[in-house]
């Protein structure tokens, strides 16, 4: 299982940008794919996730990001518009192999994780 992360880079803010995660090894459209994000001394954050039936996105990026996948192509996709300086970060897209209706917010519960992409928005 493989999962890669692309799509980072530098942004004003007020600005946008799109993250992909292509996944491979299984077929993904099964499970729960997910976005994290982890800034410098910080822990690691929820931002959103998507399970075969529903979707899940933190309060903090509620109204400026958005998620969705292509089962097609075992793609997940954020796109994150509005962005502020506090959204820097390095993100990370991860997989839940259980079948959960609700998506997971724990990073506990993913199993599979992508190398990680860095998002900074200057101010």
């Known amino acids: 299982v493989q999962l890669q992360a692309s799509g980072g880079g530098l942004v004003q803010t007020g600005g946008s940008l799109s993250l992909s995660c292509t996944a491979s090894?299984?077929?993904?459209?099964?499970?729960?794919m997910g976005w994290f994000r982890q800034a410098p001394g910080k822990e690691r954050e929820f931002v959103a996730a998507?399970?075969?039936?529903?979707?899940r996105i933190s309060d903090s990026v509620k109204g400026r990001f958005t998620i969705s996948r292509d089962n097609a192509k075992n793609t997940v996709y954020l796109r994150m518009n509005s962005l502020k300086p506090e959204d820097t970060a390095v993100y990370y897209c991860?997989?839940?192999?259980?079948?959960?209706?609700?998506?997971?917010?724990?990073?506990?519960?993913?199993?599979?994780w992508g190398q990680g992409t860095q998002v900074t928005v200057s101010s």
């Open positions: 090894g299984r077929t993904f459209s099964y499970y729960t």
């Open positions: 998507m399970s075969p039936s529903g979707s």
């Open positions: 991860a997989v839940d192999f259980n079948a959960v209706t609700v998506p997971s917010r724990s990073y506990g519960d993913y199993d599979f």
